[in-house]
T-cell receptor, first 116, second 111 residues
Framework: SAVISQKPSRDICQRGTSLTIQCQVD?????MFWYRQQPGQSLTLIAT?????????ESGFVIDKFPISRPNLTFSTLTVSNMSPEDSSIYLC?????????????FGPGTRLTVL | SQQGEEDPQALSIQEGENATMNCSYK?????LQWYRQNSGRGLVHLIL?????REKHSGRLRVTLDTSKKSSSLLITASRAADTASYFC???????????FGKGTSLLVTP
């Protein structure tokens, strides 16, 4: 399976600031996804990030709040902008397929964000 | 939007017992995947079952899929304390590869 790393693993931020989360994959993948997991909840898809095209956002998520970059086939960033305490969540990136595991999605270790 | 719904929401068993978790979904799927999450960490991929498959095994895990009932089950045999975690089912969406997650089952295995 793909090996996915995320930075930072956790952070505590002040209201009104922004945080950029990095996601690195050890193999080239076409499709990357960003999810949010609020405390005690399940995962909700924020957006799909394909290399060479604009990210596609799910209902309730907008680019101004969660800008995403996808500069190449192994890397993506998610920025959480103008943060409020409601943004306190675990943010996870995932990839679909890695050339060896068709259709399976693999997740990074997550970034635990606390906004004060 | 969430499509998978797991039950029970919480399950407590003793080591050596089997644990069964169920998942129901609403629309047609291509694949269904089960994940484990330990205490707020990342998700570990357990198993993928395709819509044309009815049963799949991986070690102590057994997954079944009934597309007519739009349901799946995850059975963990001979459970261990290390199996304590939250378990999620996830289905792909008709429009792409993004996953829809259920609310999860919290499993506690006591020694």
């Amino acid at each position: 399976s793909a090996v996915i790393s995320q930075k930072p693993s956790r952070d505590i931020c002040q209201r009104g600031t922004s945080l950029t989360i990095q996601c690195q994959v050890d193999s080239q993948v076409t499709m990357m996804f960003w999810y949010r997991q609020q405390p005690g909840q399940s995962l909700t898809l924020i957006a799909t990030a394909n290399q060479g095209s604009e990210a596609t956002y799910e209902s309730g998520f907008v680019i101004d709040k969660f800008p995403i970059s996808r500069p190449n086939l192994t890397f993506s960033t998610l920025t959480v902008s103008n943060m409020s305490p409601e943004d306190s969540s675990i943010y996870l990136c995932s990839v679909e397929g890695d050339g060896r595991s068709y259709n399976e999605q693999f997740f990074g270790p997550g970034t635990r964000l606390t906004v004060l | 939007s969430q499509q998978g719904e797991e039950d029970p929401q919480a399950l407590s068993i003793q080591e050596g017992e089997n644990a069964t978790m169920n998942c129901s979904y609403k629309t047609s799927i291509n694949n269904l995947q089960w994940y484990r999450q330990n205490s707020g960490r990342g998700l570990v991929h357990l198993i993928l079952i395709r819509s044309n498959e009815r049963e799949k095994h991986s070690g102590r895990l057994r997954v079944t899929l009934d597309t007519s009932k739009k349901s799946s089950s995850l059975l963990i045999t001979a459970s261990r304390a290390a199996d304590t975690a939250s378990y999620f089912c996830a289905t792909d969406s008709n429009s792409g590869y993004a996953l829809n997650f259920g609310k999860g089952t919290s499993l506690l295995v006591t020694p």
